[in-house]
């Protein structure tokens, strides 16, 4: 069974920058495709990035030019650089790995942003 452990989450002003991590109990990421997805109170969970073993990404456009995710397949890690931080980007965020038949997720890290 597999293991993701977000950290980095936290109260921050609109305009900061925080730096989420997902480390994983395997060697996931270079077959598995990681992803960052976030939920806020009342809405559903949502896609927010995600990075192919081959490395290839894509975003959500409410985060396109403000988040970059990126991966050391080495260390089994999965990163989420998020600048310019607005109060609508307060949510849970999750941290997930996924391949055809199944997936894999963590316990959430929360991120607020509020001045």
């Known amino acids: 069974q597999v293991q993701l452990v977000e950290s980095g989450g936290g109260l921050v002003q609109p305009g900061g920058s925080l730096r989420l991590s997902c480390a994983a109990s395997?060697?996931?990421?270079?077959?598995?495709?990681g992803g960052w997805y976030r939920q806020a109170p009342g809405k559903q969970r949502e896609l927010v990035a995600a990075?192919?073993?081959?490395?290839?990404?894509n975003y959500v456009d409410s985060v396109k030019d403000r988040f970059t995710i990126s991966k050391d397949s080495a260390k089994n890690m999965v990163y989420l650089q998020m600048n310019s931080l607005k109060p609508e980007d307060t949510a849970v965020y999750y941290c997930?790995?996924?391949?055809?038949?199944?997936?894999?997720w963590g316990q959430g890290t929360q991120v607020t942003v509020s001045s």
């Open positions: 990075i192919t073993s081959g490395g290839n990404t």
């Open positions: 997930n790995a996924r391949a055809s038949t199944r997936q894999y």
């Open positions: 395997g060697s996931i990421f270079s077959v598995y495709t």
